[in-house]
């Protein structure tokens, strides 16, 4: 990015918090430009059409699609261009990498397995041994095997440190029981990632390790959430006298704690998705132009624009704060910001409000059902795709404030390590 001496997002707010007068533009270099229409011109040619399509329509990718396309961008060299280059990366700066993630989510096109290249790829490139490097990170990169993430339980969400899912040590295996919730995609993995108490007699945080599970392994039982808009995208899993090789343990054992709040961190940057909603608000704009069934277009409704320009405010502000999360990722020595939580908090919030902008502008074909005749019997309705799927997509949207640690959570976490309260 160019550092210029006008008054702009990337790193301005920080460096004056700190007395300096220094301020950077959010415009970018020409080389950084050149980039940007390098990888503009990949998603245009060698994103599937079907993909984009579904992806606008607000449907998601099916496993062999996500598969399909990660060997796509893996082939191309850019399935986790944030992880170290030998093993698999591409030596991008931040800036470059941000530019990269939101031409795809511009795109739009399938993100790489989130469990694989941001969140168990990194803590194995963090803490992980040369054996387990070498035998699960170019798997994961390539989308070879696929990995779900276990630290929900019953009754620990949020306060992840209650966890009670237990990992004994019996010779060279720990035998694992204990029950784990809300984990996504697990019906399609073949490993998880697992915290797990080692340690009943230490303090909460102090007794739990970071364990990596077959999911073939016996014991080991997935079953099915139906959440409230119908769809199949968490599971229970249960662990009964599981036994799991001690050469799948992360690092020290009972220091798990520290291995996952280094994933939080990394996961909530991910969580903003700017890139996504200045996407679905380009959308909502080309939606709302159009008059459908004779009435006038949304886009001339006053409070329909308030709401609009009020979220686009919102997330250039969002852009900003991201921005100077990425300007200062070279001072954090691999570290997760502690100002990804306002990341997190302000990033879901958008997504939110955006769908109650799509339902909104869907009006009642947002209903997958209508009444039709005499009878009142419910029939399927008869409108757009991208109007159907605005209510589950609302409802499925609900969880956004929630995983990655509850926006609750995320409040004490600024009020301590941003703010020092």
């Not at 100077?324 to 990341?343: C, Q, W, Y």
């Amino acid at each position: 990015m160019q550092e210029t001496d006008r008054v702009a997002p990337g790193g301005a707010c920080g460096d004056m918090a700190h007395g300096k007068d220094k301020r950077m533009d959010l415009s970018f270099t020409p080389e950084e430009q050149a980039f940007r229409e390098e990888v503009r011109e990949f998603f245009r040619t060698a994103l599937p059409e079907k993909l984009r399509v579904k992806l606008r329509a607000g449907h998601h990718v099916s496993k062999d699609e996500q598969v399909e396309w990660q060997r796509t961008l893996n082939k191309k060299g850019w399935a986790v261009p944030h992880w170290p280059v030998e093993w698999g990366g591409t030596g991008w700066d931040p800036v470059r990498q941000y530019i990269f993630r939101e031409e795809l989510m511009a795109a739009p096109a399938p993100e790489p397995l989130a469990f694989n290249a941001s969140m168990c790829g990194p803590v194995i490139i963090q803490f992980g041994s040369e054996e387990q490097k070498k035998r699960f990170l170019p798997r994961m990169a390539n989308l070879d095997d696929w990995w779900c993430q276990g630290f929900s339980e019953p009754g620990s969400g949020s306060d992840l440190a209650s966890l009670k899912t237990s990992a004994r040590r019996d010779g060279d295996f720990y035998v694992v029981n204990g029950q784990k919730t809300w984990t996504t995609l697990a019906q399609h993995a073949d490993w998880i990632f697992c915290l797990v108490r080692t340690d009943p007699s230490a303090k909460p945080q102090r007794g739990i390790s970071f364990l990596l599970i077959d999911m073939k392994t016996p014991g080991i039982t997935v079953r099915p959430i139906i959440t409230i808009e119908g769809g199949h995208e968490v599971n229970e899993v249960f662990f009964d006298d599981v036994r799991v090789p001690a050469e799948n343990l992360v690092g020290e054992e009972n220091r798990g704690w520290d291995y996952a709040k280094f994933l939080l961190g990394n996961e909530r940057v991910g969580i903003a998705r700017v890139g996504a909603s200045k996407e679905r608000v380009r959308r909502i704009k080309l939606l709302a132009s159009e008059s459908r069934h004779g009435n006038p277009p949304m886009l001339e409704n006053a409070r329909f624009r308030e709401k609009l320009a009020a979220i686009e405010v919102e997330l250039k502000a969002l852009e900003m704060t991201q921005m100077r999360v990425v300007a200062n990722m070279a001072t954090l020595e691999g570290k997760p910001d502690p100002a990804s939580s306002i990341l997190k908090i302000k990033g879901s919030e958008i997504q939110q409000t955006l769908t109650e902008l799509m339902v909104e502008l869907a009006g009642p074909e947002a209903l997958a059902y209508q009444p039709h005749g005499a009878d009142g019997r419910n029939e399927p309705a008869a409108a757009p795709e991208w109007a159907l799927t605005s209510a589950p997509n609302f409802f499925n949207y609900r969880k956004v404030s929630i995983y990655g640690g509850s926006n609750e959570i995320q409040k004490n976490i600024i009020s301590k390590q941003v703010l020092g309260l």
